[in-house]
């Protein structure tokens, strides 16, 4: 049973507009969360990551929701770009966790259309 | 040149034969991580080690083998490779802190006849 979710495999937008990438957990364990970014023929990248004393985390046009009561996190960018057109995958780990207890979701394709 | 270098970057063998992947870094890192990515599943841990004498099994260390060499070399094999292990192969490395953030090589796709 997966622990986190990412039920969009895809997901297209216009250049310019809000992309909204989803991501649902079910271990109220989880106390930490991040976002990477992954090109064609690259490894994932750290995007962003926000921590579950938060509710929101912003890095210019990236920002990250947690929603701890409905274990649900979102991962907003605005305005969305045509190099932003990757693989996003969301991932979470325990209070205790470290990279080693990471638990990563399935990912959602992004195309951003020029 | 990348911080996290895997070889080979494609292979292809058939079934029994024996496969080792190989990963540097350059980042000074003494965390080192094995994943496989398939489609629909994610990245899922295989091996990871924390320093050249501590190696731990992940989530899905069946069928595989680790061998940290030095801290910055972590190499992972397949004594019998077979078709379900054909994939897309990440190391990674991370520093000690608390924060998740891992530093992933470019991949090694692995196909098994």
Redesign the interface.
Known sequence: D?Q?K?NS?SLSVQEGRISILNCDYTNSMFD?F?W?KKYP??????LI?ISSIKDKNEDGRFTVFLNKSAKHLSLHIVPSQPGDSAVY?C?A?PIS????Q?T????TQLTVLP | DADVTQTPRNRITKTGKRIMLECSQTKGHDRMYWYRQDPGLGLRLIYYSFDVKDINKGEISDGYSVSRQAQAKFSLSLESAIPNQTALYFCATSDGTYTGELFFGEGSRLTVL
Do not use: I, K
């Open positions: 997966q986190v990412q495999p930490y991040l990477y023929a690259e490894g994932p990248t750290f990551s995958f991932a780990s966790g470290s990279a080693r990471l990563f979701g399935s990912g």
